[in-house]
């Protein structure tokens, strides 16, 4: 069972994760294409559908160009 911080995370992080997308001016096929994945996927992790790994993770955000932090701390605001 996951921690009540853990939840709020994993139900976070779409939404960070998509406004970084915007906030680049990407659209999901562009971040996607950039990153090396699947635009559903990226539709998909944006949705909250899929939970990305760690590895994912550092595709999307060298994809950005943002670094993992960054994001990470984006989520604690």
């Not at 562009?30 to 899929?50: C, F, M, N, P, W």
């Amino acid at each position: 069972m996951r921690s009540p911080k853990a939840r709020s995370l994993v139900t976070r992080f779409p939404a960070v994760l998509r406004e970084a997308r915007t906030e680049k001016g990407l659209s999901q096929e562009e971040l996607a294409d950039r990153a090396g994945l699947h635009r559903t996927y990226i539709s998909q992790v944006e949705r909250g559908v899929k939970s990305p790994s760690l590895r994912t993770l550092e595709q999307i955000t060298d994809a950005l160009e943002i670094p993992l932090w960054v994001l990470m701390k984006r989520l604690e605001a």
